[in-house]
C-alpha cells in the first residue's frame, strides 16, 4: 500500500479555530502558573510521532519505536486507524510499548483526512470508530486526537468533547507560542479539552510541499523557549523524515544522520537533569489511555493487581460469593533455593486475604506438573485436610463462618528444601467491618453477588489472554506487570502479568468460571 499520510502544515490553522468558538464552549487561555511556580513546573518534554500506519517507512517507525523503548523513554504515537492492523511487525511494537506503559496511543483519524471539511456528526463518528478498532486491536482508548493536516474547527472540539477526546494536539509555530495551551471547558458536562499543539518539528514542509531539514540547533532553541513560556515543548517527528529519500522502505534505508541526531536529543534531555521526556497524560494530568475490557473502562488509578503483587494481600467486599486463590505456576519452588525460582513471589495469590463471613474459598492449583493439598488451622487447631488435588483443578469452596484468623499451610512440597513450607493466611471480619478496613478492594462491592480471584500469565501472551477471559465472560478488572524471579524461560520469556478479574455469580455460577480458567490455562505455554 502507498504512503498516506500527507504534510502537517504549521500555518496557523490552529488559532483560527480557536478562536470560532460556538456559546457553548469556554475557552480560557491558561498562563504559565497553571503548571505551578518556577519549582513546580512540568519542564517535560513529549516526543509525537504522526502518521504511523501499516507498511510505511518500517524501517524508521520501528527504529523510532525501539530507541525509546531502549532508553525506557516515553513516546506518543498518532496513529491512523484504518490503515493499522495488518502489519503484524507495526502492531506487536505497539503492543509492547503500550503493554510496558512506555508508549501512549493517540488518535491521528480514522483516514488522514481534513477533518475542518467534514460535518461534526461524521467527525465524531470518526472518532468513535478509531477508538473501537484500537480498543480491539490494543484493548485500550485514546483520549488524544491530532488532527490531520493540522486542521480543526469548533466542530471538531464538540465531536471531541462527545467521543469522550480531552486533548486535541494540532501544530503551532514557536513565534504563536502564547496561544498554544488552551483550557476548553463545557461547565455543564464538566469536561475539558486542553489544547496542546506541537511546538517544533525535526522537519517542516516548503510552499510546494517538499520536506525540508529543521536544524537541530534550532529544535534545542525551540524546546528551550517552549519550556520558558509554558512549562513543556512538543516535538513532532514524521516517520519517512528519517528515511533517505523521505517515501517508503523499498525504495529507501535509514537517513543515519538523522536517526544519530534524534538519539543524541534524548541523551541530552535524560542527562540535562532539568528537563524530563514524558507524556500528554503528564502535562495534563489526565488519564489520557485506558484499558478496556468487556466494554469497561478500568480505572488504573486504583490499581488492584499492583498492590496485591507489591503487598501479598488484597481485600475483598462483602458481595463477594467465591474467592478464587491462586497456587501459581512454580508455587512449590523454594526463594532459598538459589535456582529453578519461583515466578512471583508469593505461593498464594493472594497470599493474606480479608473476606467477608458470606464467602467461600476456592483454591486453584496453576502449578504445572505439581499436586498440593491444603491443611486449615485456626488458633493453632486443624480444621480441616483436603484431598490432594492436581495441576488444573481446585479444592473447595470453604466456607468460614466464625470471624477470626485462618491460616493454611502444605509442608513436604520440595526435595530440595525439606523445611520449607507453603504459607497463607485468611482473615474474616464481619461485612460491616470491611468497608474500614484499609484499601478495602472494589472486587466484591456490587449490588450483584461476584466470583473474584487472581490469575497469572505470560505477558508476551496477555492481549490473547484477556480476550480469553472476556469470551467466558469473564472481567479483567486490572493487572499489572512485573519481571519473573525466574529471569525468564523458553516459551514464556521474562515478563508475567498477573491478573485480577472477577463474574456475576448468578450469571455464570462457580462451574462455569472454574471450567473457564481450565481452559484458559491449557492455553498457556508452560501447560
Known amino acids: 500500500m502507498g ?39 512540568c519542564r517535560c518534554v513529549v516526543f509525537r510521532v504522526t502518521g504511523v500506519q501499516d507498511y510505511f517507512a518500517n524501517q524508521s517507525q520501528i527504529e523510532i519505536m ?5 532508553t525506557n523513554q516515553s513516546l506518543t504515537l498518532g496513529l491512523i486507524m484504518n490503515h493499522i492492523g495488518d502489519d503484524q511487525e507495526i502492531v506487536e511494537k505497539l503492543k509492547e510499548g503500550s503493554r510496558k506503559g512506555i508508549f501512549e496511543l493517540a488518535a491521528n483519524g480514522w483516514n488522514f483526512s481534513d477533518y475542518s471539511l467534514l460535518p461534526e456528526e461524521e467527525q465524531k463518528a470518526s472518532l468513535l470508530q478509531t477508538n473501537k478498532k484500537m480498543e480491539n486491536l490494543f484493548l485500550l482508548s485514546s483520549r488524544i486526537f491530532i488532527p490531520p493536516y493540522a486542521s480543526y474547527n469548533n466542530s471538531t472540539q464538540e465531536a471531541m468533547r462527545k467521543a469522550n477526546f480531552s486533548v486535541l494536539s494540532s501544530d503551532i509555530g514557536i513565534n504563536q507560542i502564547d496561544a498554544s495551551l488552551i483550557n476548553i471547558s463545557y461547565p455543564s458536562q464538566n469536561q475539558t479539552i ?43 517527528l514524521d516517520p519517512q523524515f528519517f528515511l533517505i529519500n523521505g517515501q517508503q522502505d523499498d525504495l529507501s534505508s535509514l537517513n543515519v544522520t538523522r536517526i544519530n541526531n534524534l538519539a543524541n536529543l534524548i541523551d541530552l534531555i535524560i542527562s540535562s537533569g532539568i528537563y524530563k521526556i ?47 486463590i491462586l497456587l501459581p505456576n512454580e508455587a512449590h519452588e523454594s526463594p532459598d533455593l538459589s535456582e529453578e525460582q519461583r515466578l512471583i513471589g508469593e505461593p498464594y495469590v493472594p497470599q ?11 483454591w486453584f492449583n496453576g502449578d504445572v506438573d505439581h499436586d498440593h493439598k491444603i491443611t486449615l488451622t485456626k488458633g493453632g487447631e486443624t480444621i480441616l485436610e483436603s484431598d490432594i488435588f492436581g495441576f488444573n483443578s481446585t479444592y473447595g469452596p470453604i466456607r468460614l463462618n466464625d470471624t477470626g484468623v485462618y491460616s493454611y499451610y502444605e509442608t513436604d512440597v520440595i526435595n530440595d528444601d525439606p523445611n520449607f513450607v507453603m504459607e497463607g493466611n485468611i482473615t474474616v471480619i464481619e461485612d460491616s467491618d470491611l468497608k474500614g478496613v484499609s ?64 463474574a456475576k455469580a448468578n450469571e455464570l455460577g462457580l462451574d462455569h468460571v472454574i471450567q473457564a480458567l481450565q481452559e484458559i490455562t491449557r492455553t498457556l505455554p508452560y501447560a
Open 278 to 324: 514524558a507524556s500528554f497524560s503528564d502535562i495534563t494530568g489526565t488519564e489520557t489511555n485506558s484499558i478496556i475490557t468487556k466494554g469497561v473502562t478500568l480505572d488504573t488509578s486504583e490499581n488492584v493487581a499492583r498492590d496485591l503483587y507489591q503487598t501479598g494481600k488484597m481485600v475483598i467486599g462483602g458481595n463477594a460469593s467465591n474467592l478464587i
Open 439 to 502: 484499601n478495602t478492594s472494589k472486587l466484591g462491592i456490587s449490588s450483584d453477588r461476584m466470583i473474584v480471584g487472581t490469575f497469572m500469565v505470560p505477558t508476551q501472551d496477555l492481549h490473547q489472554n484477556i480476550i480469553d477471559f472476556q469470551n467466558h465472560g469473564l472481567i479483567v478488572e486490572n493487572f499489572y506487570t512485573f519481571k519473573d524471579l525466574r529471569g525468564g524461560q523458553e516459551g514464556t520469556g521474562d515478563e508475567q502479568t498477573l491478573l485480577v478479574w472477577n
Open 352 to 362: 493474606n486475604t480479608v473476606i467477608g463471613p458470606e464467602t467461600s474459598v476456592v
Open 194 to 236: 486542553y489544547s496542546i499543539p506541537s511546538t517544533s518539528s525535526f522537519n517542516s514542509y516548503n510552499s510546494t510541499g517538499n520536506t525540508v531539514e529543521v536544524p537541530i540547533q534550532k529544535i534545542k532553541s525551540d524546546i528551550n523557549r517552549s519550556i520558558d513560556k509554558l512549562g513543556y515543548a512538543v516535538i513532532n
Open 66 to 70: 525501539d530507541m525509546f523503548l531502549k
Open 3 to 41: 504512503a498516506i499520510h500527507g504534510p502537517i502544515s504549521g500555518s496557523g490553522i490552529v488559532g483560527r479555530s480557536l478562536f470560532c468558538c460556538s456559546l457553548l464552549i469556554l475557552v480560557i487561555y491558561l498562563p504559565s502558573s497553571l503548571h505551578g511556580q518556577t519549582d513546580q513546573v
